[in-house]
């Protein structure tokens, strides 16, 4: 009966309506609809939001070092990324699309900040904010290096046994002895002696910036991530003290409370102003773009198939749909047997590797990103899935040698099978990757301060999307690992290596905004892994924030789904190509 509805169906699908076979006009609207259906929520769901710009002024002579190397000079990417984390820990759900700032520099040391706000005076609110948090932290930047020349001195001062003469002698021994200020460079002795005193008013300004700076994190940032009660919230809390009473003592007799918008070497040069309405959506536009996306896909797919006859050959391939099901099955009862417990390993076996990294990147390589344990298993479990199909895959041919010299079946399912175990074992393991989410989330304190029992959002519905687009791309390496494996035995055993190889270069237990810059970008580009956990990263947990902070899920960008898509294509295409050219020799080789 099934073989008498697929004739039909093939030979209602081949009938000419048009230019076009009516199966043609089926697949070109399913084509248009989905890219719709992929679009749509991305493009409807923009939210309204205003931006204004403030400016800010750096002295590129005074500070000489963040202009070293030009505008992607380390130095000043870490002042931009410092100011981004002050305002992340004052403004909750800070770098979302409408709440966030961006940093443009400009020539001699100008810098335009383009903040985004739900109300046009908040926009220009927070960009006036950003421009002064910019200013400070670059002046705070110098007030480091200042602070270090002082502590050496008062070092110096120290071993000779001398006791402290001013208050603020006393504050900087207190600031060495509790090391409640970390500096890149560690404190040494210096010769020539350096007192508070004898700083000119701009230096007293970076000194008191510096102390402001670390102040504020270890308030902000670090005590709420703290254990109440810990040693670790003992330390921050008596560093916190000796800052702000070190601080009292710049403010009360040196007069150095920071001024934003007066002269001087940071300064924010220019306010904002009130923004004369929202930012254009270009709804409309967008809709029509992804109904031209899905028209230009499907019309390729229309010439690919006549050229390449790929329908005939998925037609084939379901009709060894029973032999799929019963290898994947097999696969998947080895797997388990003899095991206790059997298919609940397959909700263990991330659960316990989540916790492995969780509690080496905890006590040995502390990690500061918001709720960990879910920004680890997010990453982790797309991982495994492609993990496991790519060293299983790469044997697939080779361990079912018998079957292909003996049996005549489409070479292509032996890989396939593959793929489609992992990706059913992938499956099986995300409702461990849910309990995981709503335990770590309910029991997130900021969560609980908000009122809040999960940070779970509608973006969910993008997970299929990610499954397929995941799958596309790991099926096409698999057959091109499967056809390798036939000709080149010892390709089997270095997969594994390169399996771990990859591992380290596609972001799962660390995040690719702490390297940032062209690196990132170069890595996003050149490893399409690299792209799809951040996919998943922001569709189930959010923003990369830091501890205390709440991460915002959000749609992965519709440019950046495009380029994964027809990466992942291309890697399907070639992957198929070349192992259907080998097929033919796969029975004299093995």
């Not at 509608?458 to 995941?470: D, E, H, N, R």
Request: aromatic share 10%; glycine share 6%; charged share 15%.
């Amino acid at each position: 009966m099934a073989a008498v509805m697929s004739a039909r169906y093939m030979a209602l699908a081949g009938r000419p309506f048009g230019p076009l076979r009516a199966g043609e006009w089926l697949w070109l609207m399913g084509c248009v609809v989905g890219a719709l259906l992929i679009a749509a929520p991305r493009v409807l769901s923009q939210p309204v939001r205003y931006e204004a710009s403030a400016q800010v002024a750096l002295s590129t002579s005074r500070y000489a070092e963040l202009f070293a190397d030009g505008p992607q000079d380390p130095d000043l990417a870490a002042v931009v990324l410092q100011s981004r984390e002050s305002l992340a820990a004052r403004y909750p759900g800070f770098g979302t699309p409408t709440l966030d700032a961006r940093v443009i520099a400009g020539q001699s040391g100008q810098f335009t900040i383009v903040a985004a706000g739900r109300s046009a005076a908040e926009a220009a609110l927070l960009a006036d904010d950003a421009a002064e948090t910019l200013a400070r932290q670059a002046r705070a930047a110098g007030g480091r290096e200042i602070l270090r020349n002082l502590m050496g001195w008062e070092l110096v001062v120290a071993l000779r046994g001398s006791p402290p003469t001013t208050t603020f002698q006393a504050r900087l021994r207190d600031l060495i002895r509790t090391s409640a200020v970390p500096l890149n460079r560690p404190i040494e002795p210096v010769s020539a002696q350096v007192r508070v005193d004898d700083l000119t008013t701009e230096e007293r300004s970076d000194l008191a910036r510096a102390l402001e700076a670390r102040e504020e994190r270890l308030t902000r940032i670090e005590l709420p991530a703290t254990v109440a009660g810990s040693a670790e919230r003992r330390r921050a809390t008596a560093a916190a003290l000796t800052v702000r009473q070190a601080l009292a003592y710049l403010y009360r007799e040196l007069d150095a409370r920071f001024d934003p918008d007066a002269a001087g070497d940071a300064r924010r040069s220019a306010r904002a102003s009130l923004p004369p309405g929202p930012v254009e959506r270009h709804i409309a536009a967008l809709l029509l773009l992804a109904t031209g996306v899905g028209l230009v896909v499907g019309l390729a797919g229309i010439a690919v198939e006549r050229s390449a006859g790929i329908v005939r050959k998925i037609g084939e391939l379901w009709q060894y749909r029973e032999l799929i099901q019963n290898l994947v099955l097999r696969d998947l009862r080895v797997r388990y047997r003899g095991s206790a417990l059997g298919y609940l390993w397959t909700q263990l076996s991330p659960l316990l590797l989540m916790l492995v990294f969780w509690l080496v990147f905890a006590v040995f390589l502390p990690s500061n990103i918001a709720m960990y344990p879910v920004f680890l298993i997010v990453g982790l479990l797309p991982w495994n899935f492609c993990a496991e199909a790519l060293v299983s895959g790469a044997r697939s041919v080779i361990d079912n040698g018998p079957l292909v010299k003996k049996v005549f079946f489409p070479r292509e399912v032996l890989p396939l099978t593959a793929v489609l175990s992992s990706l059913l074992n992938f499956i099986l393991s995300l409702p461990m990757l849910f309990i995981v989410i709503a335990i770590v989330q309910a029991l997130y304190p900021p969560l609980q301060q908000a009122g809040r029992i999960t940070n779970l959002s509608w973006t969910v519905g993008y997970l299929p999307v990610l499954i397929a687009l995941q799958t596309i791309f790991v099926a096409g390496v698999v057959f091109l690992l499967a056809a390798l494996a036939v000709f080149f035995r010892d390709a089997v055993h270095l997969i594994g290596i390169m399996v771990q190889f990859w591992f380290f270069l596609t972001p799962v237990v660390y995040s690719l905004d702490a390297i940032g810059g062209t690196t990132a970008q170069v890595v996003r580009w050149l490893n399409p892994m690299a792209s799809l956990i951040d996919f998943y990263r922001e569709v189930l947990y959010g923003n990369v924030v830091s501890s205390g902070q709440v991460p915002s899920p959000a749609v992965p960008g519709l440019d950046s789904l495009a380029r994964v898509f027809v990466t992942a294509l291309a890697v399907l295409v070639a992957g198929y190509w070349f192992f259907q050219r080998r097929s033919a020799e796969f029975g004299e080789r093995l």
